[in-house]
């Protein structure tokens, strides 16, 4: 069965959480297991929406906290797939803070997160592949590409280590 190819744009995904005390730690800012959890539900929409099956998280890289979301602040998440493989896809989530009362938003976090499809036995499987629309979108493709080769090569190493 040939699936057919599906866009960044067709499975991109925006959340909106509002930050509030029970989020933050005592300096008043969000904690940052709290910010992994929505980055982690926001890419698993965008993976579940290419795929429209479900999903699960294999891995995620380089998460970076740039800066912090405090109370009262609302968290953006914007998330979209950057890689398809056979069963697994890439999706980059970017976050954004906004202060409600200026409006002002600065970016505070990336993430970039592997989710494999599976059925309901929990087998991978296929998935749409990528149709890349933009010189943007398959520069990072590319770079999603040289991020893959680090993961497996990581694995790899790992499982001679051990």
């Given at each position: 069965m040939?699936?057919?190819?599906?866009?960044?744009?067709?499975?991109?995904?925006?959340m909106v959480?509002?930050?509030?005390?029970?989020?933050?730690?005592?300096?008043?800012?969000?904690?940052?297991?709290?910010?992994?959890?929505?980055?982690?539900?926001?890419?698993a929409m965008a993976a579940h929406r290419h795929a429209r099956t479900p999903v699960v998280t294999a891995?995620?890289?380089?998460?970076?906290?740039?800066?912090?979301?405090?109370?009262?602040q609302v968290a953006?998440?914007?998330?979209?797939l950057t890689h398809v493989g056979k069963s697994s896809m890439e999706v980059t989530v970017q976050v954004e803070s906004e202060d409600l009362n200026s409006g002002s938003r600065r970016h505070t976090s990336t993430a970039y997160?592997?989710?494999?499809a599976i059925d309901g036995?929990?087998?991978?499987?296929p998935v749409p592949p990528l149709r890349l629309e933009t010189d943007d979108e398959r520069e990072e493709f590319r770079r999603a590409e040289d991020r893959r080769a680090r993961r497996l090569?990581?694995?790899?190493?790992g499982e001679r280590a051990g």
């Open positions: 040939s699936l057919s190819p599906k866009t960044a744009r067709e499975s991109a995904t925006e959480q509002l930050v509030l005390p029970n989020d933050t730690n005592p300096h008043g800012s969000v904690l940052g297991g709290t910010v992994m959890h929505w980055m982690d539900m926001a890419a891995s995620v890289d380089q998460i970076t906290f740039e800066a912090p979301i405090r109370v009262g953006i998440l914007r998330s979209r997160f592997t989710f494999v036995a929990g087998r991978p499987v090569e990581m694995r790899a190493g």
